[in-house]
């Protein structure tokens, strides 16, 4: 079992940046890759962007790509999520998720756990 936990939303203008983290529990965090998706109100839940266990490998949403980076510290069990140029169209609830079975994945049916999100606002 895995427990994750993201922090680092809040309220922000347009053009103005966020780092999200998300902490995993137990010993085995480089075991998993791992994935951000957001969901706004009022729409289904979409890819944000994942990363491989090792880290090497990244992969981002078109609407994201050149402005998000995901990165990954094993170490310290912590996927991070660095988003600038924020839109208002970037406001939504973002959740970290973990695949256990996947070296890396983009899709949100192949990952097993997931946070309890955190929200980023984006105002015009």
């Known amino acids: 079992q895995v427990q994750l936990v993201e922090s680092g939303g809040g309220l922000v203008q347009t053009g103005g940046s966020l780092r999200l983290s998300c902490t995993a529990s137990?010993?085995?965090?480089?075991?998993?890759?791992m994935g951000w998706f957001r969901q706004a109100p009022g729409k289904e839940r979409e890819f944000v962007a994942a990363i491989s266990r090792s880290g090497y490998n990244t992969y981002y949403a078109d609407s994201v790509k050149g402005r998000f980076t995901i990165s990954r510290d094993n170490a310290r069990n912590t996927v991070y999520l660095q988003t600038n140029s924020l839109k208002p169209e970037d406001t939504a609830v973002y959740y970290c998720?973990?695949?256990?079975?996947?070296?890396?994945?983009?899709?949100?049916?192949?990952?097993?756990?997931w946070g309890q999100g955190t929200q980023v606002t984006v105002s015009s």
């Open positions: 998720a973990a695949a256990i079975r996947w070296d890396t994945t983009t899709m949100g049916r192949d990952y097993d756990y």
């Open positions: 137990g010993r085995t965090f480089n075991n998993y890759a």
